[in-house]
């Protein structure tokens, strides 16, 4: 059974540390008890979560990634991938292990270098080999934006308004079963698990009467979450690094990866107020928010948020409307408890993607690995279309007719 978590509206917990734009993450393995649950971690800079980083819109980030991993019941090789960022002319800085680079290994370093450009708000980092940042490589990041359009709405962006949302394991990822379930849902690094110790949970200090802008970033491996903080509404002013029309809500649903900023009004009486996250995963205690539930959540809570400045999008307005239409049905064998897309697993290729385009390769049907990699044409719509099917997989099963479709412009960088 897992645990939801919720902490207190009260005393200052903000993250650990704060580096940028420009600094060095030293990955290295420590012991932690997050949860009062003693394991092994791989950590950036020695935290869970690791820290923040940041710069302003129009600066370029400078970060060396020093491999010092040695726990040898988890992976020692690493990357790290800039999670929402375009990476606009630095395809090379993704961070991809495979895809746009080889994996560093243990003793070696690599400096990340990648200008901000146009963008701005909250995004996140994370390894990107393997299933390893469920072992704790992963924190958040943000762009400030000198000339932010929602500036007037909050008084307070620091960060101690970072607030994020993790599940947590108590088994390393490199012997995860099949369908791996989290034991405990961290805030802020902390959280408890059932039958565990009576740990203290994060808190956040507001002082009466102020506007704070928080910067909710789930960096779940699995599940997603319902926030909320009790007696008080969020207007949402950001998702994903995209500035939105205020909507005001009284939880936000997020899913792993996903980003809202919200402003907190401090307008009620002097108090604390708990601060909850409930995730999806059945078990849970009080847990509601499965099925047909989720679903609609997720549907209403999209049709709701408008961007800020009306955007074009491209294509057609109906399913098929793109110029190019791909389909992603993802299983799973029983056997091998391997997933494929389109009946293809992905197997890691012995040269990355990138370096084989470099060396000459012309189409995707030259590259490797065979049938994971899907060709486009420059300037064209593309719609991904993504049916529910493999428990456990990127839609759950459990929303089993949900179509999720993704319309996008291919523009090559």
């Known amino acids: 059974m897992h645990f939801r978590s919720f902490f207190l509206l009260t005393i200052i917990s903000g993250v650990a540390c704060v580096i940028g734009p420009n600094g060095v993450l030293t990955i290295k393995n420590f012991d932690i008890s997050p949860d009062g649950f003693t394991r092994s971690a791989t950590l950036a800079e020695g935290t869970f979560p690791g820290p923040l980083l940041k710069a302003n819109k129009g600066s370029t980030f400078s970060i060396r990634v020093n491999d010092k991993l ?22 090379y800085e993704d961070g991809v292990s495979f895809v746009t680079q080889c994996p560093l290994i243990p003793h070696e370093s690599f400096e990340y270098m990648f200008p901000t ?39 307070i962006d620091n960060e101690d308004t970072v607030i994020t949302l993790a599940d947590w394991y108590h088994y390393v990822s490199t012997i995860a079963p099949a369908i ?37 970033v789930s960096i779940s491996c699995d599940p997603n979450y319902f926030f909320s903080i009790d007696s008080h509404n969020m207007t949402v002013i950001e998702a994903d690094g995209n500035n939105v029309q205020p909507l005001v809500v009284d939880s936000i649903q997020i899913f792993a990866g996903q980003r809202y900023s919200f402003v907190l009004h401090a307008g009620l009486s002097i108090d604390n107020y708990w601060i909850r996250a409930l995730p999806n995963a059945s078990g849970i205690a009080g847990q509601n928010y499965t099925g047909l539930t989720t679903l609609l959540s997720f549907i209403i809570m999209g049709h709701r948020i408008r961007p800020l400045v009306p955007t074009p999008v491209p294509g057609k307005p109906f399913v098929g409307g793109a110029d190019i239409n791909i389909n992603l049905n993802a299983t799973r064998n029983a056997t091998t408890a391997n997933f494929s897309v389109n009946g293809v697993t992905f197997d890691l290729p012995t040269v990355p993607v990138l370096l084989q385009i470099l060396s000459g390769a012309q ?6 690995p065979k049938g994971s990699i899907y060709g486009l044409a420059r300037n064209m719509s593309v719609e991904l279309t993504i049916p529910a099917g493999a428990a456990g997989g990127p839609v759950s099963s459990e929303c089993n007719r949900t179509v999720i479709v993704i319309l996008m412009r291919a523009v090559i960088y």
């Not at 929402?84 to 630095?90: A, D, E, L, V």
């Not at 072992?135 to 007037?152: A, C, E, Q, T």
Request: aromatic content about 12%; glycine content about 10%; some cysteine.
């Open 117 to 155: 450009g146009e963008q701005a708000g909250t995004f996140w980092y994370h390894s990107h080999f393997k299933a390893q940042y469920c072992d704790g490589l992963r924190g958040p990041l943000v762009i400030y934006d000198p000339d932010d359009p929602h500036r007037s709405l909050y008084d």
């Open 70 to 91: 040695e726990d040898t019941t988890m992976d020692l090789a690493t990357s790290i991938h800039w999670h929402g960022i375009f990476q606009k002319n630095t395809n």
């Open 180 to 216: 791996a379930e989290f034991n405990s849902t961290l805030i802020n690094g902390k959280g408890r698990y059932p039958g565990g110790p009576n740990v203290s949970l994060a808190v956040v200090n507001v002082q009466q009467g102020l506007r704070y802008r928080f910067r909710l």
């Open 363 to 368: 189409k995707a049907s030259d590259l490797v």
